[in-house]
Nanobody
Framework: QVQLVESGGGLVQAGDSLRLSCAGS????????MAWFRQIPGKEREFVAG????????VYADSVKGRCAISRDNANYRVYLQMSTLKAEDTAVYSC?????????????????WGQGTQVTVSS
């Protein structure tokens, strides 16, 4: 049963912007911390950004700080990742994750639900 669905990935040029979306359900979204991770084949999943239920807290990886903004729309069970000034090293599969405990954590193993991921490719 699919719990989270990402969209918005694609092929862009270096310097471009992109907004990723993640659609959830009440089960995956309510009172959950949400996060975006990314993964390159052969490498471990990397934390990108996280946000708590009422958006009071956000956390970003150093590699994207200042270039990304995470936000959420609880009424519509959506979480977004706005990325700007994209670099070739941002190329990866981006996945959203939900953690039923409303605390952001950089460790992907503590998240309860995952989406299938959306590919982002940045050409230089």
């Amino acid at each position: 049963q699919v719990q989270l669905v990402e969209s918005g990935g694609g092929l862009v040029q270096a310097g471009d912007s992109l907004r990723l979306s993640c659609a959830g359900s009440g089960r995956t979204f309510n009172n959950s911390a949400m996060a975006w991770f990314r993964q390159i084949p052969g490498k471990e999943r990397e934390f990108v950004a996280g946000i708590t239920w009422y958006s009071r807290n956000t956390v970003y990886a150093d590699s994207v700080k200042g270039r990304c903004a995470i936000s959420r729309d609880n009424a519509n069970y959506r979480v977004y990742l706005q990325m700007s000034t994209l670099k070739a090293e941002d190329t990866a599969v981006y996945s959203c994750a939900a953690r039923l405990l409303n605390i952001i954590n950089r460790n992907p193993n503590v998240y309860d639900y995952w989406g299938q991921g959306t590919q982002v490719t940045v050409s230089s």
